[in-house]
């Protein structure tokens, strides 16, 4: 059985980060049977992060003006244009 986490890595979540939250659906949290049903899903949540507008600065821009999305192995990082995690999502097995 298989399953993505998020991990936030900042104390206080910022406005951006409520919102691309808010549009990623619950089912893509549920146990898998198998690894790659779970690719599937990080997919997913990729797509969403890469379409996605945030709030920012009194405005609105595209997540990926502001942050970079990329993927590790089994693993999504969003990263700041310098380089430092800001959230990222993984694959855990039971």
Not at 69 to 86: F, I, N, Q
Request: aromatic content about 8%; charged content about 30%; overall charge positive.
């Amino acid at each position: 059985m298989y399953k993505v986490t998020r991990k936030v890595h900042s104390e206080a979540k910022p406005d951006w980060m409520v919102g691309v939250l808010y549009q990623i659906p619950p089912k893509v949290y549920d146990w898998q049977e198998s690894f790659d049903a779970c690719m599937k899903h990080l997919i997913i949540i990729k797509d969403i992060l890469e379409k996605s507008s945030v709030k920012w600065h009194r405005g609105s821009r595209n997540l990926t003006q502001i942050r970079n999305v990329k993927v590790k192995g089994e693993s999504l990082l969003v990263l700041t244009k310098a380089g430092r995690s800001s959230l990222s999502f993984r694959i855990i097995e039971k």
